[in-house]
């Protein structure tokens, strides 16, 4: 895909489905590889390339150098940290799952 318009993200961030999968996973309503997903075809749908997500634990240490800054609150700390260890336990569940099903087909 090419260079990233104005306007196509300005209609990425007025799609329904954006701000709904966005919402979903962020009120733990989907899990993190459905919203991985989602988020994957709705940005393809605009013409845009979504980049890999940025890893759990990099994540974290992001939060923990934010909090340390005073640049977050410890209870949006509390918060970021939560989803994010969601993330990892949701992703480390998939990972299980497809490797159960490599093995036993």
Same mark, same amino acid.
């Given at each position: 895909?090419?260079?990233?318009?104005?306007? @196509?993200?300005d209609?990425?961030?007025?799609?329904?489905?954006?701000?709904?999968?966005?919402? @979903?996973?962020?009120?733990?309503k989907?899990?993190?590889?459905?919203?991985?997903t989602?988020?994957?075809?709705?940005?393809?749908?605009h013409?845009?390339?979504?980049?890999?997500?940025?890893?759990?634990?990099?994540?974290?240490?992001?939060?923990?150098?934010?909090?340390?800054?005073?640049?977050?609150? /410890?209870?949006?700390?509390?918060?970021?940290?939560?989803?994010?260890?969601?993330?990892?336990?949701?992703?480390?569940?998939?990972?299980? /799952? /497809?490797?159960? @099903?490599?093995t036993?087909?």
């Amino acid at each position: 895909m090419s260079k990233v318009s104005n306007e @196509s993200i300005d209609k990425l961030l007025d799609d329904k489905d954006f701000i709904e999968t966005s919402d @979903s996973y962020h009120d733990y309503k989907i899990t993190y590889i459905e919203y991985k997903t989602r988020m994957a075809e709705i940005f393809a749908k605009h013409g845009l390339e979504l980049k890999a997500p940025k890893s759990p634990y990099k994540t974290i240490k992001e939060l923990n150098k934010l909090l340390s800054e005073k640049t977050i609150t /410890q209870t949006e700390y509390d918060e970021y940290l939560k989803r994010t260890l969601k993330d990892i336990e949701e992703e480390s569940y998939h990972k299980a /799952q /497809q490797e159960l @099903s490599r093995t036993t087909t």
